[in-house]
């Protein structure tokens, strides 16, 4: 375990890393002592000074929801990050390729809560009932650390996330079987990847439920209105200034931003 002054200048390197775009040696190398309950607590830090310098908290993003994933991670669950209102963006938006280091993008579906919730014992029914909306989504991942990284960077650092790109249709989450929600992401025209979202933990609800109950235990939970990235249903594609990505939704529509 870390000491809290050793939290607190992690937090202080990876909001440094940030500002400068250049990212700083993992946090697991300079203090190998470092868990996934101090890495939590870094994160805590790093949203506590965002947020003391004007950005609100509106939702989270899940990452890791794929078997994969957390087999190439050594981790047994998910993991969770924060989303501020300065990283959300709306479909049409050209974004400035240089406020990342190296972006990669992510396609998802979005939660909108219309209910507060909280565990323990949430399930995949509560998160139904208490879903308002569901939309299409794209996450921008983004490291501030060098690579490889254990799993205590990767939430150190916010979960890797960077931003949210938000477009498609609007749908209730019983408007459709929302398990089987299919979509190509197109890179300057070319299909780059494809895939479902059962391919999130069989369910995009699941990793909510999950997350809920992880919330739970640090005594909190979901607000009414907040955003919930629910999870990848691809593998993610790198982007860089000049790239117009599109991902198709078919009857839930379609998000398209470029980088500039």
Request: aromatic letters at 6%.
């Amino acid at each position: 375990m870390l000491t809290e002054e050793q939290r607190r200048q992690t937090a202080d390197d990876i909001l440094r890393a940030e500002r400068e775009g250049k990212p700083i040696v993992q946090p697991s190398r300079t203090l190998p002592a470092m868990e996934i309950e101090d890495a939590y607590g870094v994160q805590d830090l790093w949203a506590q000074a965002r947020i003391a310098a004007g950005a609100r908290m509106v939702g989270h993003k899940i990452g890791l929801t794929s078997r994969a994933m957390q087999m190439a991670s050594k981790m047994t669950e998910p993991d969770y990050g924060r989303i501020l209102d300065d990283a959300l963006f709306n479909d049409g938006a050209q974004i400035p390729a240089s406020r990342f280091i190296k972006p990669r993008l992510e396609v998802e579906l979005a939660f909108i809560m219309g209910e507060d919730l909280e565990g323990p014992g949430c399930r995949i029914y509560d998160v139904m009932r208490a879903t308002e909306y569901v939309v299409p989504a794209l996450e921008i991942i983004d490291y501030r650390t060098e690579v490889p990284r254990a799993i205590v960077d990767t939430i150190a650092d916010n979960a890797a996330f960077a931003a949210i790109v938000v477009g498609g249709r609007v749908i209730r989450p019983m408007d459709i079987d929302i398990r089987w929600v299919g979509a190509t992401l197109s890179k300057n025209g070319i299909i780059e990847e494809s895939g479902v979202s059962a391919a999130i933990m069989g369910h995009p609800a699941a990793g909510i439920a999950w997350l809920v109950n992880k919330l739970s235990a640090v005594g909190t939970g979901l607000k009414k209105g907040q955003i919930v990235l629910a999870g990848s249903f691809t593998r993610p594609v790198d982007i860089a200034a000049g790239d117009v990505i599109t991902a198709d939704y078919g009857p839930v529509g379609a998000i398209s931003v470029a980088f500039t």
